[in-house]
């Protein structure tokens, strides 16, 4: 019975670390090769001032979008991409935490007959609330340093 649990679990485990490297892997690839060309760099000078607000390199919005519009693996692939401080990685996290997957879970809210605009507005309103205030901690706790 015991053995039988651990093959189960071992079988999932490698079943779901393969699942999200089919995700993260690509997204990783992806921001990689973008970091090499202009892309990137237009990319981050667009967002730059928005970025700034969370104290956030302009690159990171490319992680925010993927979250928001994907899932957090993708986030995940393209943030380890990008070169962020820990304070960052906590904004972003943070963000992502109210507002990750939105076309997703809009369509689960809408079926569940709540007023998607609204939930959406409100998920979106609370991620820039705690990026602006966790950036804001971030930036502070780094330049005690």
């Known amino acids: 019975m015991i053995t039988g649990s651990i ?9 779901t670390t393969l699942l999200l490297a089919k995700v993260v892997i690509p997204v990783y690839m992806l921001v ?4 090499h060309t ?3 760099a237009m990319i981050a000078e667009i967002f730059k001032p928005l970025m700034a607000l969370f104290n956030l390199p302009g690159e990171a919005a ?4 993927l979250g928001n519009c994907l899932n957090f693996f993708a986030a995940l692939g393209a943030m380890s991409a990008i070169n962020l401080t820990a304070p960052q990685i906590t904004t972003i996290a ?4 109210f507002s990750h997957a939105l076309f997703m879970e809009t369509a689960v809210v809408k079926m569940l007959g709540v007023n998607e605009i609204g939930m959406t507005i409100t ?3 609370m991620s820039f609330l705690v ?3 966790a950036g804001n901690i971030g930036g502070v706790l780094q330049w005690l340093k």
């Open 7 to 15: 093959k189960r679990g071992i079988k999932q485990g490698i079943d």
């Open 32 to 35: 990689t090769v973008l970091s």
């Open 38 to 40: 202009p892309v990137m």
């Open 62 to 65: 490319i992680v925010l979008v």
């Open 94 to 97: 943070l963000m992502l935490s």
């Open 123 to 125: 998920r979106l309103a």
């Open 131 to 133: 990026g602006i205030i």
